[in-house]
């Protein structure tokens, strides 16, 4: 797979940027187009949130891939294997890391990477797909009110290499990415299940109607997860229906 790699000094989010290039030529020569940046002045993450990160001490980019054959209800397979690319990347340099649903990467109870994706359909199947990631690598304070922020440098007592994990990540992702053009959902899924966070046992869970305890089943390919309460009664969430309670 060809892949194409632009370096940005600052931009307003690097989604944005690739969002508006998706729709020229600009990037039909490549298979996977990353865009860094040392800076983003309105990064996004999941809904409302935005990602906090010191300019130059983090990596900050988005992957475009134009898949074509992915049906629309099979989209989160994307999700599952950007997030399986930061998980084998971070494995590399520490234990203890796991993918809390749908895709935020975990090092035991704290966050250090997070995914914005935005897809774009066209028919029944997706024309293209943007994974915007923000990953901790040497940032030391973080100051915005997020509960549990950490970052690779605080975990390991050094700094690392900025590039050298974006090289891995990119070289994971692109093996993934080579799984879903070949249709192996279902061995894609299998790997994320197995990497989830808080994937046995039962622990504290918050919707709208409160606290309650509960395992995790499964997640279903439309990206809802699927809950069994102590009273055996099952529950499923879409993203932003359901919190884990991170202090049990």
């Known amino acids: ?72 209800v099979r989209q989160f397979i994307l999700s599952e294997a950007g997030a ?70 605080l975990i390991l007592g050094h700094e690392v290499t900025r590039e050298e994990v974006l090289d891995k990540v990119v070289e994971n992702f692109t093996m993934y990415y080579s799984m879903v053009q070949r249709g192996n959902y279902d ?3 299998s790997i994320y299940h197995a990497s989830l966070y808080r994937r046995t046992g039962m622990h504290l869970f918050k919707d709208r109607r409160g606290l309650f305890k509960a395992k995790i089943e499964r997640v279903d390919d439309d990206g809802r997860i699927i809950l069994r309460d102590s009273a055996g009664k099952q529950r499923q969430y879409y993203f932003k229906e359901i919190n884990f309670i991170l202090n049990e």
């Open 187 to 189: 061995e894609i899924s």
């Open 84 to 153: 399986l690319a930061v998980r084998d990347t971070l494995r590399s340099y520490v234990g203890d890391i796991t993918l809390k649903w749908p895709n935020d990467v975990y090092w035991k109870d704290y966050k250090i990477s997070g995914t914005l994706i935005e897809n774009r359909v066209r028919g029944r199947v997706l024309s293209d797909s943007i994974l915007g990631t923000g990953i901790n690598i040497n940032q030391k304070k973080f100051a915005s009110d997020a509960p549990n922020p950490i970052s690779l440098s």
């Open 1 to 72: 797979m060809k892949t194409k790699i632009i370096k940005l000094e600052e931009t307003s989010s690097t989604n944005d940027y690739l969002l508006s290039i998706a729709k020229t030529s600009a990037t039909d020569d490549a298979d996977i187009t990353v865009v860094t940046a040392e800076k983003q002045t309105a990064g996004r993450g999941q809904g409302s949130n935005s990602w906090e990160s010191e300019a130059g001490q983090n990596l900050l980019f988005s992957i475009l891939v134009r898949p074509r054959r992915v049906p629309v």
